[in-house]
């Protein structure tokens, strides 16, 4: 199938500084495999539909079923909806671009992309931090667990997470945007994410690379030293239990959470902290799928088939339905 994209030359406008100021971007996503575009499109629409199920089921059976009316699985519903939101930013507009092979975006809706997608991450990394210390007081205190993990202090730690990170992202958005792009107006990814961004952009960007590492460091590094505190100490906990049972059960539940962490921190980590000279087109994409769609499609997997709760929960749910 030939490629239908152009970059246009008329996407830039001269600037008085003699820089050319660009107007629109061209995400060149998988044009590189262009013998692929359908069958990529056919898997890429296969997740999409996966992740929209999977999450909305998970949300459906903690809202339904009362023995689901808990602290862990009112943070879980948040993380389905966060993770519907989150892919609904991104998988879409993949999915246009591979079936109309027009590949151009707008600079605003390329800033408007980025920020949602920022913002959304961000409100992941908080509420997987929320989640670990959900699971350190149920495993570490449960005595205090009904008092310390109330209706309202449930309610006040999901909203934190959902606006902690919004003005920032905002603001990282705009700064970001307010940047030259003289080099190129092709972007070498399927998304607008900050590190090809930045490599589009001209003049000094030593102070916005810098604003990167710390925001960074913020939201996605400090929640993850604080989710492996909080685990270390479950462990230490587990480890104490009297009994086989009990040890095996709250491994059950910490393990897939775990899992989830390492999938999503580790890809963010390596894709926002390491060094400008490390990156390359190819080793971005990959790990930004693993954190923009492989994690998001295996979340409810995870916690469904590697939770008895919410598989009774679903037992349940389709029993009613088939009578």
């Known amino acids: 199938m030939v490629n239908k994209y152009i970059i246009l030359e008329n996407t830039k406008v001269k600037a008085d500084d003699n820089t050319s100021t660009i107007k629109q971007f061209v995400l060149l996503g998988f044009s590189d495999l262009p013998n692929l575009q359908r069958l990529l499109f056919g898997v890429f629409s296969t997740i999409y539909v996966i992740i929209l199920i999977g999450n909305s ?20 519903a948040h993380l389905s909806s966060l993770e519907i939101c989150y892919v609904s930013v ?6 246009v671009n591979l079936w109309t092979q027009d590949r151009s975006i707008s600079m605003l809706g390329c800033a408007s992309q980025m920020c949602f997608f920022l913002a959304l991450g961000a409100t992941e990394c908080f509420l997987l931090a929320v989640m670990a210390y959900d699971r350190y007081v149920a495993i570490c205190n449960p005595l205090h667990y ?23 992202q905002i603001g990282q958005t705009c700064q970001i945007f307010s940047l030259h792009f003289c080099n190129s107006n092709q972007i070498n990814h399927f998304f607008c ?3 090809p961004i930045l490599q589009l952009a001209c003049g000094d960007l030593f102070v916005h690379e810098i604003s990167v590492y710390v925001v960074a460091m913020l939201f996605v590094a400090l929640p993850f030293v604080l989710i492996l505190v909080s685990y270390s100490k479950i462990i230490s906990t587990i480890l104490k239990l009297p009994t086989a049972r009990g040890r095996a059960k709250a491994f059950s539940t910490c393990s897939s959470h775990l899992l989830v962490v390492f999938l999503f921190f580790g890809s963010a980590t390596i894709t926002y902290l390491r060094p400008k000279s490390n990156h390359s087109a190819g080793t971005d994409r990959l790990l930004s799928l693993f954190y923009t769609t492989v994690t998001p499609m295996f979340n409810p997997l995870i916690y469904s088939l590697r939770n008895k709760d919410v598989t009774a929960a679903l037992r349940k749910l389709l029993l009613k339905k088939m009578v």
């Open 57 to 76: 089921l998970v949300i459906t059976i903690t809202r339904l079923d009362k023995a689901l009316q808990k602290p862990m699985y009112f943070f879980l």
């Open 90 to 95: 991104t998988l879409p507009r993949i999915l």
């Open 146 to 168: 009904p008092l310390v993990m109330n209706q309202k202090m449930c309610i006040q730690l999901a909203v934190g997470s959902w606006i902690g990170g919004v003005p920032v």
């Open 193 to 195: 994410d900050i590190p």
